[in-house]
């Protein structure tokens, strides 16, 4: 399968902190997309990144992608409390725009 | 802003009963599916839907599954015979022609089959 893993599973930081997910994948991808998911609620589109792109910025989120190493990070700067969610990676086969998601970070941002 | 909407956000049943959830995509998007989470579990393909037919499904999807856009705003998931091993959040999504590939999702339907 080409199920992104991401890691850490769970990371808590203080407010004002930045913080770092990490994302693998197996095969070929089109782009890859990062979705936060509050809990219980559905997933929110954050950001994506085409193939051909090794950084992407939006706001306090910073994503990179390497695709010789099949893995991308998500950065996101001087953290909210508000942040305090679940983040997966997703990554688009190459044509089928069919999503495959990761295992999920889940962040705790502490006030 | 345009969101996809989902009912109902709750579902119980009896195992081996019908069930039907609904999905309001967003107005003019053309490309349409739907995902399930099983709790604590990653989130999993199970269709896409475009041009009224079926694009793409996984091995999840099996004959106990179907899916039909009954008229120009509704996309439905039916699951004909439920199992204990259905109970998940389904989350139906839309992208729209334009874009690059990002996919709007609805809020989700927890089905819990008893």
């Known amino acids: 399968s080409q199920q992104g893993e991401e890691d850490p599973q769970a990371l808590s930081i203080q407010e004002g902190e930045n913080a770092t997910m990490n994302c693998s994948y197996k095969t070929s991808i089109n782009n890859l997309q990062w979705y936060r998911q509050n809990s219980g609620r559905g997933l929110v589109h954050l950001i994506l990144?085409?193939?051909?792109?090794r950084e992407k910025h939006s706001g306090r989120l910073r994503v990179t992608l390497d695709t010789s190493k099949k893995s991308s990070s998500l950065l996101i700067t001087a953290s909210r409390a508000a942040d305090t969610a679940s983040y997966f990676c997703?990554?688009?086969?190459?044509?089928?725009?069919?999503?495959?998601f990761g295992t999920g970070t889940r962040l705790t941002v502490i006030p | 802003e345009p969101e996809v909407t989902q009912t109902p956000s709750h579902q119980v049943t009896q195992m081996g009963q019908e069930v039907i959830l609904r999905c309001v995509p967003i107005s003019n998007h053309l490309y349409f599916y739907w995902y399930r989470q099983i709790l604590g579990q990653k989130v999993e393909f199970l269709v896409s839907f475009y041009n009224n037919e079926i694009s793409e499904k996984s091995e999840i999807f099996d004959d106990q599954f179907s899916v039909e856009r009954p008229d120009g705003s509704n996309f439905t998931l039916k699951i004909r015979s439920t199992k204990l091993e259905d109970s998940a959040m389904y989350f139906c999504?839309?992208?729209?022609?334009?874009?690059?590939?990002?996919?709007?999702f609805g809020p989700g339907t927890r089905l819990t089959v008893t």
């Open positions: 999504a839309s992208r729209g022609a334009q874009g690059k590939g990002e996919q709007y």
């Open positions: 997703a990554t688009d086969k190459t044509g089928a725009n069919n999503l495959f």
């Open positions: 990144i085409r193939s051909n792109e």
